[in-house]
């Protein structure tokens, strides 16, 4: 497989070589990073709303999402992307709250692991780097921050100075690390001697993948147009066996109660934090936009799947609303149907995600759309 970066394909072949190169031993990698994936949505979702609950909250409607379910099961590598992105940005997060001009050390870390989580990801997946648009405009957006708290401080020379020190130190995070991050994820696949030749193979491997994405001419029964995603349109069906009036069968699609709330809750968001002028949201819009945007202007076939990244930032704006309802009398009190709602639906559509053997009239039945097919 020679049309991604293969750092995703690295891990594979780690566990592979570890557990055997067996269905568990290369899905192992995948699913222990679909797990990682929640403790580190909880300190996002805290770091953000600065409540415990919230970050408790959204890693637990994460968690019975059926993309993120679905998703980090099978051998595929976005599940690397997805958890790549979330850490790129969190550090940028706790970056944003360290003062320009005290503890710099603390600073040059969280910039560094950015950047370095910032290059697997697109070491995992070139889509990794629309994220990471979002990202360098949430950072230019909090640098602009820091340097006119610290000048009204000191002096606007020295907030230059500082802010000068800071981006030179990115270029070193952001452009220099994750080149070397990317390079060296191609260790294992240019099999070469001499630095000519390795060079040679590995510019040739990069045109190889562009003239795939830009010249691919497909169909897929399963693609769907950007637009839909969000909504649910059409699901993708990996899988199916069937047996007598049995069926067990595999789908990637998001679940309604989780999905459906994320744009109305990132437009509240947005319309809350102007008014407030609440910084909190800028990560979370700049996010969630450069992960779902992107794919407006992408001509080749896409699917469902290329959502996956972008609901974590949706997933995090229904948590803002959620910390403003707690804030309500009704909001405490009635609160808990929502995750409950959440779960009842991950029970409900279980078999249809899983590939938990069940009945073929029960999964027509959880066929809601004429384009939803789970048998």
Not at 41 to 58: C, E, P, Q, T
Not at 111 to 136: I, Q
Request: aromatic fraction near 20%.
């Amino acid at each position: 497989e020679n049309t991604h970066p293969p750092l995703g394909k690295d891990l594979m072949a780690l566990c592979a070589s570890i557990f055997g190169t067996t269905p568990f031993g290369f899905r192992f990698a995948g699913t222990l990073f679909g797990v990682m994936m929640l403790p580190f949505l909880y300190l996002f979702g805290r770091n953000i709303s600065r409540d415990r609950r919230i970050g408790a909250f959204v890693a637990f409607i994460f968690a019975f999402d059926f993309m993120h379910y679905t998703q980090t099961r099978i051998a595929t590598v976005d599940s690397y992307v997805v958890l790549f992105v979330m850490l790129m940005f969190l550090f940028m997060i706790r970056w944003a709250k360290i003062p320009m001009g005290a503890n710099r050390g603390g600073s040059m870390f969280c910039l560094f692991m950015s950047g370095l989580f910032m290059g697997c990801a697109v070491a995992t997946k070139w889509n990794g780097a629309y994220s990471a648009v979002g990202m360098a405009v949430y950072f230019f957006i909090t640098l602009w921050q820091k340097y006119k708290a610290y000048s009204a401080d000191k002096t606007h020379t020295d907030g230059i100075k500082k802010a000068v020190y800071i981006c030179m130190w990115c270029v070193v995070c952001f452009v220099l690390l994750p080149c070397v991050v990317y390079f060296a994820s191609f260790g294992p696949v240019l099999y070469t001697e001499g630095a000519k030749q390795t060079f040679t193979a590995f510019i040739n491997k990069q045109i190889h993948m562009f003239s795939y994405h830009s010249q691919l001419v497909a169909e897929h029964f399963f693609s769907s147009p950007w637009y839909t995603w969000p909504v649910i349109i059409k699901p993708i069906w990996y899988s199916v066996t069937r047996w007598g009036d049995m069926v067990s069968s595999i789908s990637a699609f998001g679940n309604p109660a989780v999905w459906l709330p994320m744009v109305p809750a990132l437009v509240y968001m947005t319309v809350k934090s102007i008014r407030a002028k609440d910084g909190s949201s800028v990560p979370v819009l700049a996010g969630y936009l450069a992960s779902f945007l992107p794919w407006i202007a992408v001509t080749r076939l896409a699917f469902i799947y290329h959502y996956f990244p972008a609901t974590v930032f949706g997933i995090l704006a229904i948590g803002y609303v959620v910390r403003d309802l707690l804030k309500t009398e009704k909001g405490k009190k009635y609160i808990w149907v929502y995750p409950l709602t959440v779960l009842v639906l991950f029970v409900v559509f279980f078999p249809v995600i899983s590939g938990f053997p069940t009945t073929a009239a029960y999964a027509d039945s959880l066929e809601l759309l004429n384009s939803w097919y789970f048998n």
